[in-house]
């Protein structure tokens, strides 16, 4: 079932008797809207409000918070929390532990912000979507790695500098008008070779190694994609000496992106699979 929450008040979790749960079950979801800070409070962390379906923050101004204070708060596997517009805040994220952000997948949209209070997410083993300027998830600025299912996507002007190195083992996707920046190296760049990792790149990645002569692990290329890396006091065009697909590499040129490789007269060998056209 789906539900509007309207109203402005909020929820008392109590466990007299037994731990109290709200859940959006996997086919529901629930939509905050209207005007006005919504609250759902416990003194006991044991209480739980969890996601497996779509919460989705709606407000109609940009003050309004969703608060989460005490109980605590699963965005599980399958489910997905969106913010639009307005704030959701909760210091009880138990689907953040160590540092790393699992289950279900994120969305925060131009007038939405995310506000874990002190925590911090080092790794990300779930998708996390910034789209729009104005969108904001500060936990996120210590990220450090991607894990193996992790995804961090940006769009539609979100630009995101990391605080160091970057550990790439997942996805990352960087649409048009938006650049990623890591200040320093990424760890899926071995001297010039992508080893692993799935690149989608519409928008612009600039690192101090993100050069990618041979292709291992998967980048895809579209019409405003640009691999950039610094060398010294220069900024430098990574896909400049790509010669090589290796086997199990996936490298695409797509939605018009165009690649002259022909300078130099160098060959440029096919060992894994070059897509041309469409994602």
Do not use: C, P, Y
Not at 7 to 36: K, M, P, Q, R, Y
Not at 46 to 61: H, M, P, T, V, Y
Not at 187 to 195: D, K
């Amino acid at each position: 079932a789906d539900g509007d929450w309207q109203g402005t008040g909020g929820f008392n979790l109590d466990n007299n008797t037994a731990h109290s749960e709200i859940v959006i079950e996997a086919i529901g979801s629930l939509a905050v809207t209207g005007i006005g800070s919504r609250s759902v409070n416990s003194t006991d962390s044991a209480n739980k409000f969890i996601n497996r379906g779509e919460l989705s923050i709606e407000f109609g101004d940009a003050l309004s918070t969703l608060s989460i204070n005490g109980a605590g708060f699963i965005n599980e596997n399958g489910g997905k929390v969106t913010v639009k517009n307005g704030k959701l805040f909760t210091s009880t994220l138990d689907s953040l532990s160590g540092g790393a952000l699992s289950g279900g997948n994120w969305r925060v949209e131009g007038g939405g912000e995310v506000d874990l209070g002190a925590a911090t997410i080092q790794t990300l083993d779930t998708e996390v979507e910034l789209v729009g300027v104005g969108s904001s998830f500060a936990a996120l600025n210590q990220l450090a790695t991607i894990g193996a299912a992790g995804t961090l996507a940006i769009s539609e002007g979100r630009n995101f500098t990391t605080a160091g190195n970057l550990e790439l083992q997942g996805t990352l996707r960087v649409g048009s008008g938006s650049a990623l920046d890591v200040s320093g190296s990424v760890s899926a760049f071995n001297a010039g070779v992508l080893t692993t990792g799935n690149i989608e790149l519409n928008g612009q990645i600039l690192g101090d190694n993100t050069r990618a002569d041979r292709v291992g692990g998967r980048l895809i290329v579209g019409l405003d994609g640009a691999l950039l890396f610094r060398d010294n006091t220069t900024i430098e065009d990574g896909l400049a000496g790509l010669r090589r697909i290796d086997s199990g590499g996936t490298f695409g040129l797509v939605a018009g992106r165009e690649l002259d490789l022909s300078v130099d007269n160098a060959s440029f060998e096919v060992g894994g699979t070059l897509l041309l056209g469409s994602m």
